[in-house]
C-alpha cells in the first residue's frame, strides 16, 4: 500500500522568496516520487522525479526536492519564487520497478504575491 | 510532436444520461490512464492499460463506470446514468511503458463533466 500526504493545502509567498511545499510519503515497498504542477486551464507537467538514485533531484524552472528515507518525506523547494510558480503542485508516489499507478496527494495551492 | 488530446473539453449532462468520453494518447505509447479530479481534491485512479493485457480496473468507483481501448490507441470512458457525484475533471495520461523506473506519464488537458 502506498499513500502520500501534502501537509499545506494552500501556500502563499513574496516573490523572490524561498518556496517549501512540504510532502510525506508512506509506502511498503521501494517508492518512486514524483512532483506534478498544474497550471490553471492546463495539462499536469512534471518537474522532476526520484527513483533511487541521487537523494536530492533537480527539476525543470529552478525547482528541486530532497528524498529523506528517515522522514519519509520528499519536500520540493526553490530559493526565489516567480510570479508564474502560481499553480497547484501534486505529489505523487509509486512503486518503483513495477507497473503501477500513480497515487496522488490532494494538491497545494501556491500563490505569489507582489 | 503532439501531446495526449483529449475531448470534449467541457460536458454538460444531465443526471441518469450516458457520456462518452474519449482519450487519444501520444502515438507510441503503450500505457494509458485515466483519472479523475474532483474540485480541490487530488487524482483518483480510475483504470489503467497496458498493450493488450487485462486492464487494471481497481479504481472504477461503480459499475456504471467503463472504459475500452483498442490496441495501443484511443480510449473511451463511458459513464452510464451519471450521478451529480460524477462531476469532476476527467484526465487521461499516456506514458511510454508501464512506470519501470519512474518513466513520466503524460497528461492530457482534461475533460470537465458537470451533472445537472
Known amino acids: 500500500a502506498q499513500s502520500v500526504t501534502q501537509l499545506d493545502s494552500h501556500v502563499s509567498v513574496s516573490e523572490g522568496t524561498p518556496v517549501l511545499l512540504r510532502c510525506n510519503y508512506s509506502?511498503?515497498?521501494?517508492?518512486?516520487l514524483f512532483w506534478y504542477v498544474q497550471h490553471p486551464n492546463k495539462g499536469l507537467q512534471l518537474l522532476l522525479k526520484y527513483t533511487s538514485a541521487a537523494t536530492l533531484v533537480k527539476g525543470i524552472n529552478g525547482f528541486e526536492a530532497e528524498f529523506k528515507k528517515s522522514e519519509t518525506s520528499f519536500h520540493l523547494t526553490k530559493p526565489s519564487a516567480h510570479m508564474s510558480d502560481a499553480a497547484e503542485y501534486f505529489c505523487?508516489?509509486?512503486?518503483?520497478?513495477?507497473?503501477?499507478?500513480?497515487?496522488f496527494g490532494t494538491g497545494t495551492r501556491l500563490q505569489v504575491t507582489l | 510532436g503532439a501531446g495526449v488530446s483529449q475531448s470534449p473539453s467541457n460536458k454538460v449532462t444531465e443526471k441518469g444520461k450516458d457520456v462518452e468520453l474519449r482519450c487519444d494518447p501520444i502515438?507510441?505509447?503503450?500505457?494509458l490512464y485515466w483519472y479523475r479530479q474532483r474540485l480541490g481534491q487530488g487524482l483518483e485512479f480510475l483504470i489503467y492499460?497496458?498493450?493488450?493485457?487485462?486492464?487494471?480496473k481497481s479504481g472504477l468507483p461503480s459499475d456504471r463506470f467503463s472504459a475500452e481501448r483498442t490496441g495501443e490507441s484511443v480510449s473511451t470512458l463511458t459513464i452510464q446514468r451519471t450521478q451529480q457525484e460524477d462531476s469532476a475533471v476527467y484526465l487521461c495520461a499516456s506514458s511510454l511503458e508501464p512506470l519501470f523506473a519512474g518513466k513520466e506519464q503524460y497528461f492530457g488537458p482534461g475533460t470537465r463533466l458537470t451533472v445537472t
Open positions: 492499460f497496458q498493450g493488450n493485457s487485462a486492464p487494471d
Open positions: 502515438s507510441g505509447h503503450t500505457a
Open positions: 509506502s511498503s515497498y521501494s517508492p518512486s
Open positions: 505523487v508516489v509509486s512503486r518503483t520497478g513495477t507497473a503501477s499507478k500513480l497515487t
